[in-house]
T-cell receptor, first 114, second 114 residues
């Protein structure tokens, strides 16, 4: 069974600082990787995904993540964060076999301070 | 509707009561999923429907949990004889059939069992 480890439960940063949220997954033949964001009292929103092709994927609001097969990682980065980025971020994986069951990490609470 | 709709948003139940949680998926999404998110944890898969067929119920924690989708649209997750450990946020997600792992989530139902 797949597993996902998010190494930091909380990450506080100042506005306009860079941030990296770490995610590692258990190895499998093929995987699909996702980052979801959850704002307070809202559902999970898909932020970005890696299915195949380029290992660097980007979101429309400036986040990016890089699939690193050798390190089984899919870290999320943003060069300059805003107050509005404050939220919980979840890394998720589905394997090529089942193709639908998402396995989530425990989440990282990103708090952006002024 | 524009997104996945879940009701009620909050449910308080006394231990031993039965509860029913409703999910309206995005129109045209034939795949539907239920996840359970305990406090401080990531969502965990419960069950999966393709139209009205329940193809995977491997994540249901006990036989007190039952899900149905009789007409292939709205789904109901029922929990019988609720226990305190059932307290969690129950998330529903839907997706298109050719991209089942790209799932769109509702805001969830927060169940508190007293």
């Amino acid at each position: 069974a797949q597993s996902v480890t998010q190494l930091d439960s909380q990450v506080p940063v100042f506005e306009e600082a860079p941030v990296e949220l770490r995610c590692n997954y258990s190895s499998s033949v093929s995987v699909y990787l996702f980052w979801y964001v959850q704002y307070p009292n809202q559902g999970l929103q898909l932020l970005l995904k890696y299915l195949s092709g380029s290992t660097l994927v980007e979101s429309i609001n400036g986040f990016e993540a890089e699939f690193n097969k050798s390190q089984t990682s899919f870290h999320l980065r943003k060069p300059s964060v805003h107050i509005s980025d404050t939220a919980e971020y979840f890394c998720a994986v589905s394997d090529g076999g089942s193709n639908y069951k998402l396995t989530f990490g425990k989440g990282t609470l990103l708090t952006v301070n002024p | 509707g524009a997104g996945v709709s879940q009701s009620p948003r909050y449910k308080v139940a006394k231990r031993g009561q039965d509860v029913a949680l409703r999910c309206d998926p995005i129109s045209g999404h034939v795949s539907l999923f239920w996840y359970q998110q305990a406090l401080g944890q990531g969502p965990e898969f419960l069950t999966y429907f393709q139209n009205e067929a329940q193809l995977d119920k491997s994540g249901l924690p006990s036989d007190r949990f039952f899900a149905e989708r009789p007409e292939g649209s709205v789904s109901t997750l029922k929990i019988q004889r609720t226990q305190q450990e059932d307290s969690a946020v129950y998330l529903c997600a839907s997706s298109l059939p050719r991209s089942k792992n790209i799932q769109y989530f509702g805001a969830g139902t927060r169940l508190s069992v007293l």
